[in-house]
């Protein structure tokens, strides 16, 4: 037989390229995991290219790398469900907890029972082997689950080769959960639709990933079964990877089951149940079956009328070849699902954690309708932007209903799980919370978020609600850090020192540890308190604010000169050095890319890093570990980044966590659409991204006036809906962005959430949003255009004033349109100049502040074209639409004209918006700063009641009205060789139809 250290040296096996890219997938999988591990990913990468040759050496000596004493952790489970049933309500949240210990004394071991969940703590080489094995051998045994394994599926490309290129193991988790869950509610609608009777059954697998024995991955029945070959070098790395799994499991307490983090546990655990998902599907033939993780949906019909939840299982585990059957015949409580391979390995589904629903007619429609009424609730509140109130009273109110346990529906087919329902309620508030954090500097937010964290601390930092939100907590430190708000921080640290003195007096123990192999309760609790210590210094050194006032540092001093019972304070200086290499590596809170935008697109007016000091790899020296395209994409983004030029990148670049997504690459480029421009995305794409859109990105032709092509699939014939808004931006804000001054209307981005918000739940949703001319900061706009892009909206909107070197201004409107040629929806970014200042704004500018416009990107002679999805506009900013000469050149060409503007002159925009209309002979949508008003959709109907689609003037607050445009009716009308009587105007003379609107004529018809 081959020896290892011959396979591990064999030609095209593993190289340290092999091992570069296994770490760069690595790396993202545990980011983004709840063991980020910062500080053990910035060690790891600062050597990298001598750790990536240890562990190469370690595996050409047949050995795999070593698993220290201690390699797991602790996170909080649950706590003994002992609550008593009272109609005494304290408002005083340590009351419960009173409460607790009281009814804990009347029990035989008289203290509180706390459970707490094993993962692993694996050190950050095993996560790289992990990852080789994976894109080595495991990816093969992926390959081989059906549809129906939903969860934890690997990144493939065309073909369904493994994507080595892409960042991270697995696919996005939210899309495929939604899709498991609405796959079934369709499934049993068209059979209730059909006047079936349906059986929906929920389950899930007790304790999953505890429980199995992975060497079942080694059984040569299983690999029979799945279909997997494997040569011998492959075979060989298999079974040294499984034995070094089955090596740490030895070191828990629980002596068996996967590490949970890991990201192959994922992997493994699919393939456990691989045998049941083909069982399901080829035995029961339900109407639906899917499986995510260790969550089973199945829809059958009932053809057989149960009437019992009994009979339904007597009847599957009779199609289910013997192999799923009741633990105790007479207990009838527990399901086991048994395989030879999965001897050593308990895969049960417990009778408390089932559900089954009967449903048939129209009693059945309204339990489902009932259901997916909660579900679209609560999508909807995540589709919405952020909006907290004002008043820190209401903000408290609003954070404790979210938390509270009573009144709450499930809101899926599971069973109704309570804590899930109050967990997602909290994580919607902190997302607010988190959105205001990157929008506003924290000076101008304090209120909203110190009530925030004042009520985390009084309810949810106390037990037992602690353990239902401990997974938060690294969010909402990192939010007090990075916000400067050390007080709060330090009330934090308190609260979590006096959650473990409480915890001491509890009888601690780790979910499904034998009690002759667990550990000690003061054992566990020292586990525990470790965790919480990294988790603390990680938040700190990766969120610590690299700029600070005379105040905020004293506060600092003040608060930490003494050592605190779970974190040991730093001086300042050595704090921000360590947050600099966390962010050379993109790890730090906030990403690496960050500082490659302009600071003005980003957030601030100049960054706290030169851009010098980021890059800390030299390229020649780590060029033997990645795949060429990687340091040819990174080197295309440094230089589009402004970085200097040289050898160095930072590594956060060629190893990113958050790299540059598409529309930030429109946003750095100045010329995207032209052929240079599309191919040098494309390289970045495909280092960053792990794809190449070859033909499918935008763009734009080398002749004189051709539009740039924007790809969306689009309804032929569709009347296209256009939202205008009546939105007031105050003189202080446009003088503060003149000045780069902190705006003074702190109740602008409420405002504006507020805005989007009636937008993006109106049931007629439109197709495209305009804001008027200088609206809203750069930085809001990203955040925004991609909440409306998930509701299918694109915006077009004008942007505060962008300061360029010296003197230069640039005041543009931003285009962010859906595109879907890449086989998902993305937002593509368009930004065009204002060309020259309007005579008032060139002396307003000067007077203000000494600042002269001029255009940032290339000069047009022409306005420019956009066609997207086949509707054709231009766009003119403001005082543009008064040259004949755009005016003449867009005649023909497009079927409409966006215009946002900031006018007072509005009896003379009136003149030309109606003129306009007709010498252009398209829709004008023209939208003005809301305490001028006179917004609107100018048509050129004949019929002069019908050329004001929408047209909106005065009020008190921000809104919209929606208009709809027929741009195929515009274009068969002028594709006529004569104009027919209506329902347009007839073409002005000398207007010629552009050949690509042209379109079969409507004929003499009278609408």
């Known amino acids: 037989m081959m020896k290892f250290k011959e396979i591990i040296n064999h030609k095209e096996f593993i190289s340290l390229v092999d091992l570069g890219m296994a770490y760069r997938k690595a790396k993202a999988d545990l980011f983004y995991s709840s063991r980020a591990c910062k500080k053990a990913l910035s060690v790891f990468e600062s050597k990298l290219p001598n750790k990536l040759k240890a562990i190469h050496k370690l595996l050409s000596g047949g050995q795999a790398p070593s698993i220290p004493s201690g390699s797991w952790t602790l996170v909080p489970k649950g706590i003994e469900d002992n609550e008593p049933e009272t109609d005494f309500i304290s408002s005083d949240p340590q009351h419960l907890w009173q409460l607790y210990r009281q009814q804990a004394q009347k029990s035989s071991h008289k203290k509180v029972k706390t459970e707490f969940r094993l993962m692993e703590k694996l050190p950050i080489d095993f996560h790289v082997f992990a990852a080789l094995w994976i894109n080595k051998v495991g990816h093969k045994f992926e390959q081989k689950l059906t549809d129906s394994a939903r969860a934890n599926r690997l990144r493939r490309g065309k073909g369904e080769n493994l994507n080595l290129l892409s960042l991270g193991s697995t696919k996005p988790y939210l899309f495929a959960y939604r899709k498991w869950r609405d796959d079934a509610f369709d499934a049993i609608k068209n059979a209730l639709d059909q006047d079936k009777s349906v059986v929906a059954i929920t389950a899930d697998v007790t304790s999953f990933y505890h429980r199995l024995d992975v060497r079942f991955m080694m059984k040569d029945d299983l690999i029979k ?15 040294l990877f499984i034995n070094s799994l089955h090596q740490w499991a030895q070191t828990t307490p629980l002596k068996r089951g996967l590490p949970v983090g890991l990201a192959a546990s994922s992997i493994i655990a699919n393939v456990a149940l691989f045998e049941l998902d083909q069982l399901f599907e080829k035995e029961v033939a339900p109407l639906y079956y899917g499986r995510y993780v260790d969550d089973i949906i199945l829809v059958m019909e009932n053809g057989a009328g149960f009437k019992k939840s009994v009979d339904v299982w007597s009847w599957l585990i009779k199609r289910m070849d013997g192999v799923l059957g009741w633990e105790d015949e007479h207990d009838r409580t527990i399901l086991q699902y048994k395989q030879h391979y999965l001897e050593n390995s308990d895969v049960t589904f417990s009778k408390e954690k089932t559900k089954i629903f009967l449903l048939s007619g129209i009693g059945g429609h309204s339990a489902l309708s009932s259901i997916r009424h909660e579900v679209q609730a609560r999508s909807s509140e995540w589709r919405s932007l952020p909006d907290l109130p004002s008043d820190s009273t209401r903000l408290e109110s ?33 997302r607010d919370i988190e959105a205001y954090s990157r929008a506003l500097p924290p000076d ?58 409480q915890l001491k007096d509890c009888k601690n123990s780790i979910k499904e540890a034998d009690s002759d192999v667990g550990k000690t309760s003061d054992q566990v609790l020292d586990g525990f308190e470790k965790n919480i210590r990294i988790m603390v210094q990680e938040a700190v050194e990766s969120s610590f604010p690299l700029r600070l006032s ?119 480029h100045l010329d995207p659409f032209s052929s240079k421009g599309r191919e040098e995305i494309s390289a970045c794409l495909l280092a960053l991204r792990g794809f190449k859109p070859e033909n499918s990105l935008p763009s734009k032709g080398d002749k004189q006036g051709s539009p740039i092509e924007v790809c969306l699939n689009r309804e032929k014939g569709k009347v296209i809906r256009i939202a205008v808004t009546s939105w007031k931006t105050r003189d202080g804000s446009w003088v503060a962005s003149v000045k780069r001054r902190q705006d003074p209307d702190h109740h602008r981005l409420n405002r504006l959430t507020r805005l989007l918000n009636t937008v993006i739940s109106t049931h007629k949703r439109p197709d495209y949003l305009i804001l008027p001319e200088l609206s809203i900061p750069a930085n809001w706009f990203l955040a925004i255009a991609g909440k409306l892009q998930t509701s299918g909206i694109s915006l077009i ?25 890449l086989g998902f929806s993305q937002t593509m970014i368009y930004r065009q100049d204002k060309q020259h200042p309007a005579p008032h704004e060139a002396q307003e500018l000067e007077q203000v502040n000494g600042k002269i416009l001029k255009p940032q990107l290339k000069p047009w002679p022409f306005p420019p074209l956009i066609c997207h999805g086949g509707f054709q506009f231009g766009m003119l900013v403001c005082s543009e639409l008064t040259n004949i000469a755009y005016r003449t050149a867009l005649r023909g060409k497009v079927d409409a004209l966006f215009v946002p503007e900031w006018n007072q002159d509005t009896d003379t925009f009136n003149a030309l918006v109606e003129s306009a209309a007709l010498d252009i002979h398209a829709y004008i949508i023209q939208c003005n700063h809301r305490q001028f008003g006179d917004s609107r959709i100018r048509a050129p109907y004949k019929d002069g009641w019908k050329r004001d689609i929408v047209r909106i003037k005065g009020g008190i ?51």
């Open 797 to 821: 909107c004008g942007i505060e004033y962008l300061h360029g070197s010296k003197k230069k201004i640039h005041n543009q409107v931003w285009a962010a349109l859906s595109h879907d040629a």
């Open 398 to 430: 609003m954070l404790l209903t979210a938390i509270q346990k009573d009144g709450l529906s499930s809101d899926s087919l599971r069973k109704a799980d309570k804590v899930s329902v109050r967990r997602a309620g909290f994580a919607l508030k902190l």
């Open 225 to 239: 079964k799945i279909g997997v070959k494997l040569n011998k070098k492959e075979q060989t790395l298999h079974d």
């Open 444 to 501: 101008t937010w304090k209120i909203q978020r110190h009530a925030f964290l004042n009520a985390f601390t009084r309810y949810i930092l106390v037990l037992p609600t602690f353990f239902d939100f401990f997974n938060y907590l690294p969010r909402v430190l990192t939010l007090s850090i990075s916000c400067a708000d050390f007080d709060h921080f330090r009330q934090i640290l308190e609260g979590l020192n006096k959650i473990i003195v």
């Open 550 to 668: 005379k105040n905020s540092k004293k506060l600092w001093c003040d608060s930490f000169s003494k050592a605190q019972p779970i974190y040991e304070p730093q001086e300042i200086s050595k704090i921000k050095a360590q947050h600099l290499n966390y962010l050379k590596k993109d790890l730090a809170h906030h990403p690496l890319k960050q500082y490659l935008i302009p600071p003005t697109i980003s957030g601030s007016y100049r960054h706290a890093i030169a851009k010098k000091n980021l890059a800390n790899f030299d390229t020649q020296k780590i060029g033997h570990l990645l795949q060429p395209c990687i340091i040819k994409g990174c080197s295309v983004v440094s230089r589009l980044g402004r970085l200097p030029v040289g050898e160095k990148l930072p590594s956060g670049l060629l190893f990113p966590t958050r790299p540059l997504g598409i529309h930030d690459l429109y946003l750095l």
């Open 957 to 1007: 607050e921000d809104y919209f009205v929606t208009g709809e445009i027929d741009i195929q009716a515009l274009r068969a009308f002028q594709s006529n060789h004569r104009s027919p009587m209506k329902p347009f105007k007839p073409v002005p003379d000398g207007f010629e139809i552009a050949p690509q609107r042209k379109t079969l004529p409507t004929g003499n018809a009278d609408e």
